[in-house]
């Protein structure tokens, strides 16, 4: 067997015997006990989160939302600038054109006919919001993009993204 | 060669021939050149519309030393033995110009968002070098419904700036020219007369030559944003014309056909309206490559190149060995 050595300034350690006091480990078990117990009379750091909520900043950029219009109908006109401006590419659609008895969905002559963005490369930078020229899409600051087993999950379609219309 | 005329633009000079514009010879320096909305050097009678291109003559010629009183078209006007032309070193010429946009835009919509234009437009690159932020227009703006001319190619008259360069095109490339510029002065209007369809062979060449989105191409409306396709440089053989084009791709897909433009944003060599709207698979073209558009075009954004990574690593035989 060949011995391994990097340095020569090994430093032998030396390890005390332990006391008897130390070898019946009934205090050191006490000291522990007493620790967690008060801990059980202190506040909690933790909270119970589905139930509970944090309170978020006024600024803080969640899951995006595309908006309607006063009258609900939808602002974003597919011009991609969204898109261009994602640094992580997260935000794809597609265009379509407008029919005349459509007016009343769609704001624009051209709307989004997909719109999609990938939650998993998104990095909530809040570019798309700062590049929309037609205020359509916002990060909520109340939102945040809930966890899932499955990676399909969080591409985020149209279905999951447009603001919902308000019934009066 | 003799006769050539000695011209100083900007500090810069350069002999050219005789006949030459101000504006031609600016294009030969390179640099800052004027811009031109309606000046197209590849058809005649092109130039004077927009008076975007105006420039200061401080020196008319040798013999006559004198400024000449007001800023002249570029594109129209003529050099001279002697000339000394200002462009972007007088603070005169782009306040003129300035003014000259902000009078394009009155009518512009403010529709870049839906225009298929926006990215390649020349209105929009002027407007962001020498316009303004804000509008100071609070009247009516001029509006038109779209119109189809023919199975191809649909008109936006609120786009339009009335350039006549599809009027020139239109006569110069085709057949007979169908359309023309109604009334006069606003209530001007690109138009067919009677909704009659522009189908005639080369037509689609009126919308390369149009600087704005007021001509688009049916067959690629709202496909997609300019800067999401790809150009690639690519040809076939063409019995009509060069079929010299660029195919812009959308992953395998070809989604439109457009003729090359040069570094001045004019088409090279005109394309038929057969290579153009009626080859729209990858079979029917031979793609020779991916097409630089220029650092400063928003098509260029987003097109990371790929790292070269060399096929034959250098293995070293000692590690192969242990």
């Not at chain 1, 898109?83 to 005349?100: F, N, W, Y």
């Not at chain 1, 624009?108 to 998993?120: P, Q, R």
């Not at chain 2, 640099?31 to 519309?49: F, I, V």
Request: proline share 5%; net charge neutral.
């Amino acid at each position: 067997m060949i011995e391994y050595k990097l340095t020569n300034k090994r430093k032998i350690m030396f390890r005390k015997p332990m006391t008897f006091m130390e070898r019946i480990y009934l205090p050191a078990v006490l000291k522990g006990m007493a620790i967690t117990l008060s801990h059980l009379f202190k506040k909690k750091a933790t909270i119970q989160y589905p139930e509970q909520k944090r309170p978020m900043s006024e600024v803080f950029r969640g899951l995006h939302i595309l908006k309607r219009d006063e009258q609900g109908a939808e602002r974003c006109t597919a011009c991609g600038l969204c898109a261009l401006a994602c640094p992580a590419e997260a935000i794809t659609m597609t265009a379509a054109e407008r029919k005349p008895e459509e007016k009343k969905l769609y704001r624009e002559e051209k709307y989004a006919s997909v719109y999609e963005i990938n939650m998993l490369r998104c990095i909530f930078c809040g570019l798309c919001e700062e590049a929309c020229p037609k205020a359509a899409i916002f990060l909520q600051n109340d939102v945040m993009a809930p966890a899932s087993f499955e990676r399909e999950d969080f591409i985020y379609g149209k279905d999951r993204l447009v603001e919902p219309l308000k019934l009066n | 060669m003799e006769n050539l005329l000695k011209v100083t633009i900007d500090g810069k000079s350069i002999e050219v021939p005789p006949g030459t514009t101000i504006l031609q010879a600016a294009r030969q320096l390179g640099g800052n050149y004027p811009p031109a909305m309606c000046y197209y050097s590849s058809l005649k009678d092109t130039g004077g519309k927009c008076r975007v291109c105006l420039v200061k003559v401080a020196q008319t010629s040798e013999t006559n030393p004198r400024p000449m009183p007001k800023l002249v078209a570029s594109c129209l006007t003529r050099v001279e033995q002697g000339m000394v032309v200002e462009n972007q070193s007088s603070p005169e010429v782009l306040e003129a110009r300035n003014g000259v946009v902000e009078f394009l835009l009155i009518n512009h919509p403010l529709d870049c968002p839906v225009c298929d234009q926006a990215g390649e437009c020349d209105l929009q690159n002027l407007s962001y070098e020498h316009g303004t932020e804000g509008t100071r227009y609070e009247e009516q703006r001029r509006e038109f419904n779209k119109i189809d001319i023919g199975p191809y190619v649909q008109l936006h008259m609120t786009r339009c700036i009335l350039c006549y360069r599809c009027v020139y095109a239109a006569e110069q490339l085709t057949d007979s020219r169908v359309h023309g510029v109604l009334n006069r002065g606003d209530v001007s209007e690109i138009s067919t007369y009677i909704q009659n369809a522009i189908d005639k062979d080369f037509s689609g060449n009126i919308i390369d030559v149009c600087p704005v989105g007021a001509l688009t191409d049916k067959t690629y409306r709202f496909k997609q944003r300019v800067w999401f396709s790809k150009p690639f440089n690519a040809h076939r053989s063409c019995a009509k014309c060069s079929g010299q084009t660029i195919a812009w791709m959308k992953g395998d897909a070809i989604i439109r056909i457009t003729a090359r433009k040069n570094a001045f944003g004019e088409v090279e060599d005109f394309i038929c309206n057969e290579c153009r709207f009626e080859h729209k698979q990858l079979s029917d073209w031979t793609i020779e490559g991916p097409r630089d558009m220029g650092e400063d075009s928003v098509i260029s954004a987003n097109k990371y190149e790929l790292p070269v990574i060399s096929p034959a690593v250098n293995v070293d035989a000692k590690f192969v060995s242990e």
